[in-house]
């Protein structure tokens, strides 16, 4: 038996199951502080003679196992867990191999294996969501370098007529600033889900995402592009993002159909806590 942790900013998933993508149990937890969440999240655990844990979470996240840092959130803006030993503190529990990653490279990692790009030796999922972020498998591989991708904060061009300045904290009129649930909001004065009616909310919503696709596909070439997070329940934006990259791209590059190639996730919403399943399974094959 495996167990599989989604973190994320608002909620903990916790599953046990195997690596099949078989879920037997699972449990949410609200995301407060460590010292409150964690104990639940043992206690969960604790019930099941799980061999290896795997872990999506929300980040940045170090991943550089040279790193003394390695296993850690590092820096969130949610104060409590900055610099949180999650790792180790799941190692110092169950004594068990830990796989850590992104929430995004989880997820990534559960639509290659059985999701919408089963079958495929590469694949792209972007959340767009409370922030923007992006997992990639490549070659088969989940993508890192020094540490994980950050496809979320790209730069992009503005529209000429918003004047919304942007909210990514770090960067402000980054993707991420200019695009994610919040900044909608920001510049509509509404929440997306109020706004499904404003044609003009969703198309310069494609307007951002679609220049984002365009550098993704340049540098990564994706066999697939798969999009989720709550702001991608609006499926106009779908139209708006074929509409305008269609342009961008200019048959410069080969693209498929583009109705197949960018595509909403196979999994749903357990596509986080599958690729967590398959994350805890390479634990234990890697004894990490
Ligand atoms: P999280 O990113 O926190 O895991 P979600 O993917 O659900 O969670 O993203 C939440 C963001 O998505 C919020 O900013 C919310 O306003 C926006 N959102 C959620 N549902 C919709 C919807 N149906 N239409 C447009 N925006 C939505
Ligand atoms: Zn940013």
């Not at 180790?88 to 830990?98: C, E, N, R, S």
Request: proline letters at 6%.
């Amino acid at each position: 038996m495996l167990g599989a942790i989604e973190a994320g900013g608002t909620k903990f998933v916790c599953a046990v199951g195997d690596e099949t993508g078989n879920i037997i149990e699972q449990i949410q937890i609200p995301t407060t502080i460590p010292d409150e969440t964690m104990p639940k999240v043992i206690t969960f655990f604790s019930q099941y003679p799980v061999k290896a844990i795997g872990v999506g979470s929300f980040g940045p996240i170090d991943l550089n196992q040279e790193c003394s840092a390695y296993g850690r959130i590092t820096s969130t803006p949610k104060p409590a867990w900055r610099d949180y030993p999650f790792v180790q503190t799941l190692k110092d529990a169950f004594g068990i191999p830990i796989g850590f990653n992104t929430d995004v490279n989880a997820a990534a990692l559960g639509e290659v294996t059985f999701g919408a790009a089963k079958g495929l030796d590469s694949c792209l999922y972007i959340t767009v969501g409370t922030g923007i972020g992006a997992g990639a498998v490549v070659q088969g591989k989940l993508l890192q370098g020094l540490s994980h991708p950050e496809m979320g904060h790209i730069l992009v061009r503005r529209h000429p007529d918003d004047r919304y300045q942007g909210n990514c904290p770090y960067h402000r009129d980054c993707l991420e600033g200019l695009a994610a649930g919040p900044a909608i909001e920001g510049r509509w004065g509404d929440k997306g889900s109020n706004l499904s009616d404003r044609k003009e909310v969703w198309d310069l919503e494609g307007y951002y995402i679609a220049q984002a696709l365009m550098q993704y596909i340049l540098i990564l070439s994706p066999k697939k592009i798969i999009l989720g997070g709550g702001v991608m329940h609006q499926s106009q934006v779908f139209s708006s993002i074929y509409k305008y990259l269609k342009e961008l791209v200019a048959d410069y590059v080969f693209l498929p159909e583009l109705r197949d190639y960018i595509v909403s996730p196979g999994l749903g919403d357990a596509a986080g806590i599958t690729g967590s399943l398959i994350l805890a399974h390479q634990a234990l094959e890697e004894l990490v």
